[in-house]
């Protein structure tokens, strides 16, 4: 048997005994291309290489392993390898199984070229090639597929342009090739994409912008295009798309402003534009997407302030709009945001109060107004819900204490209020056991450092530097085994430095300068 060429013509196996001519056995050509397939593969499963073999009570392949056939079970129709340690090819006759509906060889570690004759498998409704190291181009016959709904190649090291004639596939639901070496213009996005619902581009090296004709595909769910190179503007003519939930343009190099015409994708959920060289205003249309839970703009060029008709949707969990150059109040809408989780502002020019009401309605996990130009007091209510894990406020002109019910706040993982006006005592952390990052620094805070300190054993950084804290270190921080960094330089720290410090086996910095220390520093610290 000669590799794949005897599989250009029908062919049938039979094996005779003695002169009676008793038919022993006789497998159809289905089976002896699956035959040819396992001579290409290299490591198999032992359910694969147990099964597929001639067998004398056998005239189709349609018991083996992997493998359905049709509704007469004398037709191949449906192929299963994926989840194994399949190696080496795919044989260009695979494709040339008349009634071949559904191919799936995906999680393996099969190398070579996809078949350029993959046009050739005319019944095919779903072909899953990814997670495997296919290389090469993607075919163009793969437009003759004119049944073809799914369609998955990411994962693999595929090269060369997106095939145009995948535009011909109306049939097509699902079209995913992230992950790959692909380049050239994206060209995608007839009339004929209309039952098209999910779109992933993703991680690839395309040259020009996203295809305006993308408009097209009215069905579309989700349009996935995350750091592919992209530049240009978003086109307008996305706001076409209804049905969409799901729009992911990030790490690209788009430029210009968001067009008014997303606001009319009323079904979105999810819009990321975050790491682009967008810039200009929010549209206030986008104050029409309703159902919109995750708002990402941040690493952008933004500017100006985010319309009140934004502040006033009520489905958002988590508004990511960090470093860029945004100004404004925060509205007192964010107080009545019942379902925000995460809201990151930092690195932005946003100034005024911050509503004293946030966190009294919501159950927010993430708050970091880092760098911006906030005044008035810290909100007392931003833990209310009992799940806050990162709390930066630093470097904004605050003023004010400290709210006593951060203490309380047994989530709270950074706390960090640096660079600000703050005053008063440092509260009680006895309640806070997972906090690993304490940064006060640089404010007016006076009075002793709470012992508490000594049972959030997780800390692993201590930045109370620049206040104007007294009396002694407490023992209670030799308890820290965690502690990697510690800085109380510039204080009125006074005493001796606890020979119980001598805990700290991971200790890299110790910063005690600009206090009234005395005594000696502990033998094992002295480097």
Known sequence: ?????????????????????????????????????????GKVPPELSSTWKINASEATPCNWFGISCDDSKKSLADLYLYSNFLSGELPKSLFRIPALNYLHVEHNNLTGLIPQNVGEAKELLDLRLFDNQFSGTIPESIGNCSKLEILYLHRNILVGSLPESLN???????????????????????????????????????????????GNCSSLDALVIVKSNLSGKIPSSLGMLKNLTILNLSE????????????????????????????????????????LESLELFEN?????????????????????????????????ITELKNLKIVTLFNNSFRGVIPPGLGLNSNLEIVDFISNNFTGEIPPNLCHGKKLTVFNLGSNRLHGKIPTSVGQCKTLSRFILRENNLSGLLPEFSHNPDLSFLDLNSNSFEGPIPRSLGSCRNLTTINLSRNKLSGQIPQELGNLQKLSHLNLGINLLNGSVPSKFSNWKELTTLVLSGNRFSGVVPPDRRS
């Open 1 to 41: 048997m000669k590799n794949l060429g005897l599989f250009e013509t029908l062919l049938f196996s039979c094996l005779f005994v003695s002169a009676r001519l008793v038919t022993v056995s006789c497998l159809n050509s289905d089976g002896l291309t699956l035959l040819s397939l396992r001579k290409h593969l």
């Open 252 to 291: 690209n190099r788009l430029s210009e402003s968001i067009p008014p015409e997303i606001g009319d994708c009323t079904n979105l959920n999810t819009l990321k534009l975050n790491n682009n060289q967008l810039g200009g205003g929010i549209p206030s249309t986008l104050g029409k997407l309703k159902k």
């Open 301 to 333: 060029q933004f500017s100006g302030e985010i319309p009140i008709e934004v502040w006033k949707i009520q489905s958002p969990t988590q508004l990511l709009v960090y470093q860029n150059k945004f100004t404004g109040k925060l509205p007192l809408e």
């Open 168 to 214: 011909l596939l109306e049939n097509l639901t699902d079209l995913f090739v992230a992950n790959n070496s692909l380049r050239g213009t994206v060209r995608f996005g007839s009339t004929k994409c209309r039952n098209l619902v999910t779109l992933d581009l993703s991680y690839n090296q395309f040259q020009g912008g996203v295809p305006p004709e993308l």
